[in-house]
């Protein structure tokens, strides 16, 4: 049974700043691929961000986050990130995290969330205008 527990999720104004973290410490994160999801309000889940097994952040170009979002994580934490700045009402919804084992490989494309084997319960994001 692997865990993957998000926290930081809260409701902010446009424009404010908030930071997910994503940790799991039944997984060698080094040997992942790590992605962030979104459910907004009417619209199916969307890939966000992802960073691969070496460390190479990915962006969604659907997602609309590159420049506003950044993905990081901690190898030694074992902590995912997601920051994410000049928030907008529609970056509203429930945020995930997911990891995958790409160890050296790449990450899955985006729109493929059925190859992540493993899922967090989500953390509320919500902006408001």
């Known amino acids: 049974q692997v865990d993957l527990v998000e926290s930081g999720g809260d409701s902010v104004q446009a424009g404010g700043s908030l930071r997910l973290s994503c940790a799991a410490s039944?997984?060698?994160?080094?040997?992942?691929?790590l992605g962030w999801f979104r459910q907004t309000p009417g619209k199916e889940r969307e890939g966000v961000a992802a960073?691969?097994?070496?460390?190479?952040?990915?962006?969604a170009n659907s997602a609309s986050v590159k420049g506003r979002f950044t993905v990081s994580k901690d190898n030694t934490k074992q902590i995912l990130y997601l920051q994410m700045d000049s928030l907008k009402p529609e970056d509203t919804g429930i945020y995930y995290c997911?990891?995958?084992?790409?160890?050296?490989?790449?990450?899955?494309?985006?729109?493929?969330?059925?190859?992540?084997?493993?899922w967090g319960q989500g953390t509320q994001v919500n902006v408001s205008s």
């Open positions: 997911a990891a995958d084992r790409r160890y050296g490989g790449n990450c899955p494309p985006w729109g493929r969330d059925d190859a992540y084997k493993y």
């Open positions: 039944e997984l060698t994160w080094r040997w992942y691929c």
């Open positions: 960073i691969d097994s070496a460390g190479n952040p990915l962006y």
